[in-house]
């Protein structure tokens, strides 16, 4: 395994040494703003005009036909992967260094359809609450007139990282 992705790609795996060396909000935001590379399934979202803060991430992208479902509409896994990763990053922004986290459930609640005319989606994730085994968090889809997409919550397993 590589400590990050080959120059040619901003999307690869971080090693877990480097995961290790850092708080969370610094990792996060160092994949923010590109000194780390972005996580592989983001390649398929597409993230921009990212920030993060202690409990709290806000993220931008832009659905299109290439996340269509075979019923001719954005699929669920879209916003899901999207919400998904922005509580995750969320609690991830409020861990000390050498913690991590993992996904253990979340749930999604669809409001309103997307297609490749929705134009540009903000995606909001917000800690509710982190402690020394369990973070929850939820979060939230609007697009650009302010409109829920959809929203979620989850519980994430907090662990300490190997050394």
Do not use: W
């Amino acid at each position: 395994m590589t400590d990050t992705a080959s120059p040619a790609s901003p999307f690869g795996v971080v090693s877990p040494a480097i995961l290790a060396s850092m708080s969370g909000l610094d990792f996060v935001r160092k994949i923010f703003n590109g000194e780390l590379p972005q996580p592989p399934i983001m390649e398929n979202v597409g993230p921009f005009d990212s920030t993060a803060e202690h409990g709290h991430v806000v993220f931008h992208s832009v659905p299109g036909i290439r996340h269509y479902n075979p019923i001719g509409s954005v699929h669920g896994g879209y916003a899901a992967t999207l919400l998904d990763s922005a509580m995750g990053l969320a609690v991830h922004t409020t861990l000390p260094q050498g913690s991590g986290y993992t996904t253990l459930e979340f749930k999604v609640s669809f409001i309103r359809g997307m297609s490749e005319t929705s134009g540009t989606v903000r995606t909001e994730g917000k800690v509710l609450n982190v402690g020394r085994r369990a973070g929850t968090a939820e979060a939230r889809i609007t697009d650009d007139k302010g409109r829920l997409l959809a929203h979620a919550t989850t519980t994430c397993l907090v662990f300490e990282l190997p050394k």
